[in-house]
Nanobody, 123 residues
Framework: VQLVESGGGLVQAGGSLRLSCATS????????IGWFRQAPGEVREGVSC????????LYLNSVEGRFTISRDNAKNTVYLQMNSLKPEDTAVYYC?????????????????WGQGTQVTVSS
């Protein structure tokens, strides 16, 4: 199982980024895929997830309406479109896979993790 994030970078407040999570070694359409983030000195928090069985999505309150998760099972890739970025969105962003397709944002549900990609939003 492998997950590789890309698309991070430096952006000004109000700007946009699209993160990608390329997956391999498992059948993407059997898994919930989540995006998490961790800022320096902070705990890792769930940002958004996409559940396979019913297509449902879940968002952290502070990103609702600004971030959109989507998946392309044919390309084995999950995306996180981030608009109206704020300095407080600055963090390392990770994607993760939950083989039980729980549709949860609890870290403990996810057994497989990528290495992360840095997102920095300047004010």
């Amino acid at each position: 199982v492998q997950l590789v994030e890309s698309g991070g970078g430096l952006v000004q407040a109000g700007g946009s980024l699209r993160l990608s999570c390329a997956t391999s070694g498992f059948t993407l359409d059997d898994y919930t895929i989540g995006w998490f983030r961790q800022a320096p000195g902070e705990v890792r928090e769930g940002v958004s997830c996409s559940r396979s069985i019913d297509g449902s999505t879940l968002y952290l309150n502070s990103v609702e309406g600004r971030f959109t998760i989507s998946r392309d099972n044919a390309k084995n890739t999950v995306y996180l479109q981030m608009n109206s970025l704020k300095p407080e969105d600055t963090a390392v962003y990770y994607c993760a896979a939950d083989q039980y397709d729980s549709g949860s944002l609890h870290r403990g549900e996810y057994a497989y993790w990528g290495q992360g990609t840095q997102v920095t939003v300047s004010s």
